[in-house]
């Protein structure tokens, strides 16, 4: 039997209940947890003396539609000090938004921008939420499973808020 991860041992022992499922994959380890719960818990695995996750190398989204919770963000996280990677994702349903984990990443701050636009996930407490992408005034979100393959009606012109 394998070792258990440290970060996903330290989860455990803080945040019992908050953990839905803990995976590895090719050595790669997901730790799935309520998304009521992500800050505190990004906040943990980055201040935890012991993990110490100053690093946020990617956020991004998941489209798993028509399966309800509908989407999921995904940060992946690295510990200089450790050498660990770990990937930590949280459900997030339709129309819902999640706790920006900016105050905690700087990176974070495009790349929920990014998830934002072209998934349509809002983040609370974000300091400058808005697209990055693509234009404002453009309707749809084009990462989602249920936008039209063909695109957007291109032969409308295009008309920029002023």
Same mark, same amino acid.
């Given at each position: 039997?394998?070792?258990?991860?440290?970060?996903?041992?330290?989860?455990?022992?803080?945040?019992?209940?908050?953990?839905?499922?803990?995976?590895?994959?090719?050595?790669?380890?997901?730790?799935?947890?309520?998304?009521?719960?992500?800050?505190?818990?990004?906040?943990?695995?980055?201040?935890?003396?012991?993990?110490?996750?100053?690093?946020?190398?990617?956020?991004?989204?998941?489209?798993?539609? *028509?399966?309800?919770?509908?989407?999921?963000?995904?940060?992946?996280?690295?510990?200089?000090?450790?050498?660990?990677?770990?990937?930590?994702?949280?459900?997030?349903?339709?129309?819902?938004?999640?706790?920006?984990?900016?105050?905690?990443?700087?990176?974070?701050?495009?790349?929920?921008?990014?998830?934002?636009?072209?998934?349509?996930?809002?983040?609370?407490?974000? *300091?400058?939420?808005?697209?990055?992408?693509?234009?404002?005034?453009?309707?749809?979100?084009?990462?989602?499973?249920?936008?039209?393959?063909?695109?957007?009606?291109?032969?409308?012109?295009?008309?920029?808020?002023?």
């Amino acid at each position: 039997m394998a070792d258990i991860h440290p970060a996903v041992k330290k989860l455990q022992e803080k945040f019992p209940s908050s953990i839905s499922e803990v995976t590895t994959f090719r050595g790669e380890v997901n730790v799935t947890v309520e998304k009521k719960h992500i800050y505190e818990i990004c906040r943990f695995l980055y201040s935890e003396p012991d993990l110490e996750y100053h690093m946020l190398t990617d956020l991004c989204g998941v489209d798993h539609f *028509p399966q309800t919770p509908r989407f999921e963000v995904v940060y992946l996280l690295y510990s200089f000090k450790n050498n660990h990677r770990l990937r930590l994702k949280t459900k997030v349903g339709e129309g819902e938004s999640v706790l920006s984990v900016e105050s905690i990443w700087k990176a974070a701050n495009w790349l929920e921008r990014e998830v934002y636009d072209l998934f349509g996930i809002p983040y609370d407490n974000h *300091p400058d939420l808005r697209r990055i992408l693509l234009w404002d005034g453009y309707e749809g979100h084009p990462l989602r499973k249920d936008f039209p393959v063909e695109g957007p009606d291109f032969d409308k012109p295009f008309v920029p808020e002023v």
